[in-house]
């Protein structure tokens, strides 16, 4: 259950989003609706003047977290309605036709991961415009993401947001891409921290595959499809282990893939708790 104060009022011919009890579905002119620390407005285009003093006075407190427009009914009447109802200036505002975007968005406020989750993209004359769940705008060039550098104007075009928002998927190259991958590629000094953080990672794997490899009383040379040389780059985290390889060890240890990774990932809590203890 998420603790966080979500308030959701709706105007107008709109779908009713899914909240799980988590969200508080409110009428606009309820008492003490603009006190919701986080409010959201989801609104037809021409129900926009119905709610627009809740909208001011949510705003004018800082606790309007979105204005949703749907669009798909009067498409046409967005900017004119927004213009009429006196909010141009408005930042957090999202006018889309899909509801899945709404719901990206609410379902990522309910577990407090607007940061990390997307709610919609779109590839515009070689840019990737991405929009987060926070309502933040992210801009780059294709060019400067490696995976995507390359590929056709119609490939780029062709692409899904994930249901839950967690990436971008572009099947025809077979890429995915979350918002960290994304910003890393934006900030240089994100990337290198990022970098850092994996090189740690990858270190911290291969000592729990050593100390786990070690127990079994196996010798590196005795991991099936695996050379001594790749079981030694793996254990010294040069390397990071790819399934197949995590597949060969779970092998060698006569695990299951999934039990073999849940002993690792243990041996890893451990060895975390030491260097923290330490």
Known sequence: ??????????????????????????????????????????????????????IHRANR?????????????????????LDRAGLRTLLNTLVHSDAKVFQRILNAWRLGAEDELIADATVQDGLLLVRTCALDTLEISVDDLRPLRGESGDELANFEV????????????????????IRAAIDPELREELRAERLK?????????????????????????LSARQVRRIEKGETSPRTK???????????????????????????RSNLSDG
């Open 1 to 54: 259950m998420n603790s966080r104060d979500i308030g959701l009022v709706m105007a107008g011919d709109v779908d009713s989003p899914d909240t799980d009890g988590d969200i508080r579905i409110v009428d606009s002119d309820a008492e003490g609706v603009e006190d919701i620390k986080n409010l959201f407005v989801l609104a037809s285009a021409l129900a926009l003047p119905e709610v627009s003093d809740i």
């Open 61 to 81: 407190l800082k606790h309007l977290r979105g204005l949703l427009i749907d669009q798909e009914h009067d498409s046409n009447w967005a900017p004119t309605m």
């Open 245 to 271: 390889s995590l597949r060969a060890f779970a092998d060698a240890h006569g695990l299951e893939m999934n039990d073999y990774l849940n002993r690792v990932a243990e041996e890893m809590r451990r060895l």
């Open 162 to 181: 994930a249901d839950d928002g967690s990436h971008l998927h572009w099947p025809a190259p077979g890429v995915h891409l979350d918002l960290q991958a």
């Open 201 to 225: 990672s990858d270190e911290l794997m291969g000592q729990a595959i050593r100390t786990l490899r070690n127990e079994a009383g196996l010798t590196q040379k005795d991991i099936p499809n």
